[in-house]
Nanobody, 126 residues
Framework: VQLQASGGGLVQPGGSLRLSCAAS????????IAWFRQAPGKEREGVSC????????YYGDSVKGRFTISRDNAKKTVYLQMNNLKPEDTGEYYC????????????????????WGKGTQVTVSS
């Protein structure tokens, strides 16, 4: 499985961006795909995850109510709609996938992920 994140950029506080994570490979229907972000000098943080099979979603506390994760199984793509962006949302955003995911917030853990894509930079600044 290969993952490719895109859609990052520079945006003012309060603005919006939509990130995309395109997946390729066999047996994608039972993956859980998660978004992570990492700011300089900080640990990689789980932002949101979605189960491809039934669309179950989870969010980190810092983004609840502002970010929305969704998937298009036909396009093999997961989206992260980010609204009301704040400077503290700045970082490199990565998508990652579990082959045998378990329901629950463990999908937001950076440990045990089977696949990682390269990141896309999001900068929130005036």
């Amino acid at each position: 499985v290969q993952l490719q994140a895109s859609g990052g950029g520079l945006v003012q506080p309060g603005g919006s961006l939509r990130l995309s994570c395109a997946a390729s490979g066999p047996n994608l229907d039972y993956l859980a795909i998660a978004w992570f972000r990492q700011a300089p000098g900080k640990e990689r943080e789980g932002v949101s995850c979605i189960f491809a099979y039934d669309g179950t979603t989870y969010y980190g506390d810092s983004v609840k109510g502002r970010f929305t994760i969704s998937r298009d199984n036909a396009k093999k793509t997961v989206y992260l709609q980010m609204n009301n962006l704040k400077p503290e949302d700045t970082g490199e955003y990565y998508c990652a996938a579990d082959k045998r995911p378990l329901y629950g917030t463990s999908c937001l853990s950076r440990y045990g992920k089977d696949y990682w894509g390269k990141g896309t930079q999001v900068t929130v600044s005036s």
